[in-house]
């Protein structure tokens, strides 16, 4: 009966892990990263936001080098 259960576990997990990674994750981060940007931007306000996001920027092309 467990290894029932554990066939029966794997054949569900396996393809929702598949699912979220390959198709439900770009689609959440395309929602998710904008709009965390955004909400940034409105409680900073429109200068200090911009300059927020523009120096995380730089910061990352800076430790690309």
Do not use: E
Not at 23 to 45: E, F, Q, T, Y
């Amino acid at each position: 009966m467990n290894t029932i259960k554990l066939i029966i576990g794997y054949l569900l997990f396996v393809p929702f892990i598949i699912f979220y990674s390959y198709m439900l994750g770009p689609v959440l981060k395309a929602i998710l990263l904008p709009g965390g940007m955004l909400l940034l931007w409105l409680i900073l306000g429109p200068k200090a936001g911009y300059l927020a996001f523009k120096q995380a920027f730089l910061n990352q092309n800076n430790r690309k080098k």
